[in-house]
């Protein structure tokens, strides 16, 4: 069983920045991917970032070069920095961990993934 905990969401203006963390907690096993969706109202659920066992990530082109996805395993702890945000950027964001490295075009898939957190909420006024 893994449980996450996401934290650091907020209010924030256009071009400013936050960093979401997710807190793991139980074993999250030596081959797995984990990742950030997101979801705004009305909108279909978008994968925004994974990062996998092997350190492979990928992102959806909408936030290449703004966004960063990182872990630190001695902390348990999966990072999201997102620099540069857009008022398109406003979003309940999840964090979200499975046990394998599904195939490239499904690592921002939400089928690929057994457990996720609560979210935490995200704002960008324009």
């Known amino acids: 069983q893994v449980q996450l905990v996401e934290s650091g969401g907020g209010s924030v203006q256009a071009g400013g920045s936050l960093r979401l963390s997710c807190a793991t907690y139980g074993d999250t096993g030596s081959v797995y991917c984990m990742a950030w969706f997101r979801q705004a109202p009305e909108k279909e659920r978008e994968g925004v970032a994974s990062?996998?066992?092997?350190?492979?990530?990928t992102y959806t082109d909408s936030v290449k070069g703004r966004f960063t996805i990182s872990q630190d395993n001695a902390k348990n702890t999966l990072y999201l920095d997102m620099n540069s945000l857009k008022h398109e950027d406003s979003a309940m964001y999840y964090c979200v961990h499975g046990f394998w490295e599904p195939p490239l075009p499904r690592r921002l898939s939400p089928s690929a993934y057994s457990y996720w957190g609560q979210g935490t909420q995200v704002t960008v006024s324009s």
């Open positions: 990062i996998c066992s092997s350190g492979f990530t």
